[in-house]
């Protein structure tokens, strides 16, 4: 089984190209992040063109998560237990973003997932940031300690390079989100709860990206930033056979500002 995930920007303005990578791709799963739309506007026909079931969870024009599969789609689960809502400067939690959709596709649960940016340091997002991934660290936990023999997927744009070589030049990031020690703590977090990042040993940096910025030429002057991955419980990590970014979605004509991440899985678990 093939899983990728792939934060679109834009699932209606980029629905030609995720068709394209989808018939070129022999994806199995999908988990998209960024629809930039309501369900009523996601381009549901073009997956059941090709073959996939799709769920969708869009609130409005920002965030929107998806799983498509072509495997089957059960259990459709929308966010995860004790998510939080963006509170702002109240302090008090409103209702969670749409940021996290699973569904249950050949007996793993795959995990769609947007986290929140943080912004700037100080910011009330980024303090949102850190506790919408403590509280996945949590659900996470839970879920293994109920069933260490669960196979669950945490795909998505986590908007954390855990590592210096994570990004072109840490000095550009002086002062900024994505590489302060609270956010990577906070994914460390994640693998240390039993959720292995099992795309790296196959795809090793440095200079290994899986986002560019459009301003700047970034993506020709090779200044990246891996942010998206697929984090594995223990029993899924053991049958990953192989992983990659592809680098050549970022070309073209319209592309969105990521790659697909994709992770092959062999036998059935």
């Not at 996939?52 to 969870?57: D, G, I, L």
């Not at 200044?223 to 192989?242: C, H, Q, W, Y």
Request: charged letters at 25%.
């Amino acid at each position: 089984m093939r899983i990728a995930t792939w934060n679109v920007n834009s699932a209606r303005a980029r629905s030609g190209r995720i068709a394209s990578w989808l018939e070129r791709g022999d994806v199995d799963v999908v988990a998209i992040q960024e629809t930039k739309c309501r369900d009523d506007q996601f381009p549901t026909q073009i997956f059941h063109d090709l073959g996939y079931e799709v769920a969708h969870h869009g609130l409005s024009q920002w965030n929107g998560v998806a799983v498509a599969s072509r495997v089957g789609l059960d259990d459709v689960r929308i966010g995860f237990p004790g998510q939080p809502g963006f509170g702002g400067d109240s302090g008090e939690e409103d209702t969670p973003e749409a940021r996290a959709i699973a569904a249950t596709c050949a007996g793993v649960q795959v995990w769609s997932l947007y986290v929140p940016n943080g912004r700037e340091i100080g910011d009330p997002h980024y303090d949102y940031k850190l506790r919408w991934l403590d509280r996945l660290r949590a659900a996470g936990e839970a879920q293994l300690a109920a069933d260490p023999t669960a196979q669950v997927a945490f795909c998505g744009d986590f908007n954390v390079a855990p590592q210096d070589d994570d990004v072109w030049d840490m000095a550009e990031f002086e002062g900024k989100t994505h590489v302060t020690k609270p956010e990577r703590d906070a994914f460390a977090n994640l693998v240390q709860a039993g959720f292995t990042d099992v795309v790296r040993p196959y795809t090793p940096g440095p200079g290994v990206y899986t986002y560019w910025d459009y301003q700047g030429l970034a993506f020709p002057k090779r200044k990246g930033m891996r942010i998206d991955f697929v984090l594995a419980s223990p029993r899924l990590t053991e049958r990953v056979s192989n992983a990659m970014i592809d680098r050549e979605e970022r070309k073209g004509k319209g592309p969105s500002d990521h790659a697909p991440v994709i992770v092959d899985i062999d036998g059935t678990g």
